[in-house]
């Protein structure tokens, strides 16, 4: 199904991207400010390398390709847990799987740290895919790809020969690129095409950097204990450390489909009334699998209840978190709830608990509740928006860029309004050297949740106790 893709001015009152919690074999597509010549970098100070610019990669191209390689990667996904099921890998045929060869782990018996043949094989598949498309972009440093399952090499591998790397798609009847290629126009459209045009202003400062994250099988421990419905395939695209597009990955939710949410988030330079506004889209894509899935699900079911369970549950700020009992979560969360919310007395809201595991997962929820709290919103004459109180997600250090990347980006086309931090209240870092999120990570949307966000961190940025836990001074510095 071809995208239709809809002009809306930035200022508009619907400037909320429609929800993508309906039927999951239906593509769901909203876009703010469109406007000429798909999705290029038009800056005449963009340096070039070569015969080749930065300005030259249509985001638009590269997110189709990202959102087809992680589709591929979701194959890989489906396919080793179809093998485990069927090995000595697994007790109780459906239960939970053993660690007898199927599962390395990267820290000795924790769960957190599980390592799958998935996460290797979806990686390569990945990797290969961009590799095939943007081979020169990538061999001349326009495009950096940085992947959790990297070791150390470079992006662009030429020892493989064509035949081993078609026997690995093979192997886990994923689509070979030499027969099914890479789509590039997944996000185009067939009549009066219409084009994000975005100009994007870097700091002298900067280099003009493209890289992609991938995670190619986020929710590992998910994975290993048989919660399938959280695990996720990210990727990530981020331009001059801002996160700008994005795939989230979901091979396990559907019988017999594979979906991809996708987003695109092109900031412009505020500063200058010249300049067009915020370039939006956002969406899902479902592709029919090869794989099949033992264990019957329904509909979009996460394994963590609705998105919204029931009329009460509007009025009830969703707080997500893992089991993780690291003492930067523990004071964070009695930061929350005693010092934040029992400021607010008797207006404080109620709270929903989930605990959940996988990065990506946990933000996607986020995402999606204020999409449909959105929507219900915009059935009610008399409500607006600042009525919305949403979710917050909390998670202490342990998270990477590739778990971050992809998701924010989503989470951003769909609520420009959302916030993205460290339990400090400061941006998250994608450089592509600093990859560990050290000091947590905290994402809200919705009015409610993001002005408690915004006071929860700056209540921790003057916790001692925490600040010494990260291992970072107490800061000033205002929070975003």
């Known amino acids: 199904m071809d995208i239709s893709l809809s002009t809306i001015s930035a200022t508009s009152a619907q400037n909320v991207a429609s929800p993508t919690t309906s039927n999951a074999a239906e593509e769901i597509n909203n876009s703010l400010q469109l406007d000429a010549d798909v999705g290029r970098f038009v800056s005449e100070s963009f340096d070039s390398v070569g015969d080749m610019k930065i300005n030259d990669i249509s985001i638009t191209e590269l997110l189709s390709t990202c959102i087809d390689a992680c589709r591929r990667g979701c194959e890989v996904i489906r396919n080793v847990r179809h093998k485990l099921l069927q090995s000595s890998n697994v007790v109780g045929g459906d239960s ?63 020892s493989v020969s064509l035949q081993d790397m078609m026997a690995h798609f093979d192997k886990y009847n994923s689509p070979r690129i030499d027969q099914e290629p890479i789509h590039r ?79 695109i988030d092109l900031p412009t330079d505020s500063e200058q009334p010249t300049s067009p506004p915020l370039s939006k889209l956002s969406g899902v894509k479902c592709f029919n699998t090869l794989n099949p899935l033992v264990k019957q699900l329904s509909g979009t079911d996460t394994g963590m209840g609705d998105y919204i369970d029931g009329e009460e549950d509007v009025k009830k700020l969703v ?113 592509g050297e600093h990859l560990s999120n050290d000091c947590g990570v905290v994402v809200s949307a919705g009015h409610m949740a993001t002005r408690i966000h915004r006071e929860m961190c700056q209540k921790l940025r003057n916790d001692e106790v925490l600040c010494e836990t990260l291992g970072v001074s107490r800061c000033d510095a205002e929070i975003i």
Request: glycine share 8%.
């Open 96 to 158: 939970q799987f053993l660690c007898c060869g199927a599962v390395k782990y990267k820290i000795s018996n924790d769960p957190r740290s599980a390592l799958t043949e998935a996460d290797e094989a979806s990686q390569k598949v990945i990797t290969e895919c961009l590799n095939d498309c943007w081979a020169k972009e990538i061999r001349s440093g326009l495009i950096k790809i940085v992947g959790e399952e990297d070791e150390g090499g470079d992006d662009f591998v030429d």
């Open 185 to 263: 126009d997944l996000l185009s459209q067939s009549d009066n095409t219409q084009i994000i045009d975005s100009i994007i202003e870097s700091a002298c400062d900067k280099k003009n950097e493209l890289i992609i994250f991938i995670d190619p099988m986020d929710g590992t421990r998910e994975f290993v204990e048989n919660r399938i419905e959280n695990v996720q395939c990210l990727i990530g695209i981020t331009y001059n450390g801002k996160p700008i597009a994005g795939a989230v990955g979901m091979p396990m939710i559907h019988e017999n489909k594979i979906e991809i949410a996708y987003g």
């Open 319 to 431: 707080v997500l978190s893992g089991d993780s009992k690291k003492p930067a979560l523990t004071i964070s969360m009695k930061c929350l709830e005693s010092d934040v919310l029992g400021s607010f007395g008797d207006s404080a809201p109620p709270i929903r608990k989930i605990i959940a595991g996988g990065c990506g997962n946990k933000m996607l929820f986020v995402q999606r509740r204020f999409e449909a709290l959105s929507e219900r919103i915009r059935h009610q004459e008399g409500t607006d928006s600042s009525s919305t109180i949403g979710s917050i997600s909390l998670a202490p250090p342990g998270s990477s860029s590739w778990d971050t990347a992809g998701p924010t980006a989503l989470l951003l086309a769909a609520d420009p309004n959302a916030v993205v931090t460290d339990l400090v209240g400061r941006p998250l870092v994608y450089d």
